[in-house]
Each structure stands twice: as structure tokens, then as C-alpha cells.
Nanobody, 119 residues
Framework: QVQLVESGGGSVQAGGSLRLSCAAS????????MGWFRQAPGKEREFVIA????????YYADNARGRFTISRDNAKNTVYLQMNSLKPEDTAVYYC????????????WGQGTQVTVSS
């Protein structure tokens, strides 16, 4: 089991940037693929972006392509989500999650961090 804690959320104007962090703890954290998901009010949770355990491969949803970047520092057991050119529709609670495979089932979740983008 992997424990995850997100941080870095906040309020920003459209066009701005934020960097979210996800601190992981537990056994063999570096062997897990890590992903970011988000859930806006009244909507279902959706996939945003993910990175393989080694950091060599990433997987993007259309909502992230060209604006969001994921990275990880396995020495620090931390995953980052750099969000640029933010839009009001990016407003959501952002969750960090872990899975055995990059496009596998994510079954360890953090508590989420709120991102609010104003126009």
C-alpha cells in the first residue's frame, strides 16, 4: 500500500501556473506508476496525466496535452504536476494516485488538493 499526500493547490488567474506535489510513502514507491486525476463540482473524476515508475514514459489526456507536465523524483518519493496556461475549466480537486502499470488500475489515492482558476 502506498500513502499519498498532495500539496500546492490554490487560486490563480487564467493564464497562470501552479505546481502540485505528491509525496508518497510506503514500500517500493519507486516501482509504481503515478497519475494525476481531477474532479470538478458536479462532474465525474477524470484522468489527467501519468508517469511510469522509471519516469521514462508519460501518458496524457487531451485536457493536459501541451499545458501540463508530470515529473517524478524517486529519490524524494515525490511526483510533480506542472500546470501552465491554466483555464477556468481546470478548476477542480486534483488527486494523486498510484498504480502498478502506467495505464493500469489506480488503487491508492491521496486526499486531493483544490485548484481554482478565475477568469
Amino acid at each position: 500500500q502506498v500513502q499519498l499526500v498532495e500539496s500546492g493547490g490554490g487560486s490563480v488567474q487564467a493564464g497562470g501556473s501552479l505546481r502540485l506535489s505528491c509525496a508518497a510513502s510506503g514500500r517500493t514507491v519507486s516501482s509504481y506508476a503515478m497519475g494525476w486525476f481531477r474532479q470538478a463540482p458536479g462532474k465525474e473524476r477524470e484522468f489527467v496525466i501519468a508517469i511510469s515508475s522509471s519516469g521514462d514514459n508519460t501518458y496524457y489526456a487531451d485536457n493536459a496535452r501541451g499545458r501540463f507536465t508530470i515529473s517524478r523524483d524517486n529519490a524524494k518519493n515525490t511526483v510533480y504536476l506542472q500546470m501552465n496556461s491554466l483555464k477556468p475549466e481546470d478548476t477542480a480537486v486534483y488527486y494523486c494516485a498510484a498504480a502498478r502499470l502506467l495505464q493500469g488500475t489506480y488503487n491508492s489515492w491521496g486526499q486531493g488538493t483544490q485548484v481554482t482558476v478565475s477568469s
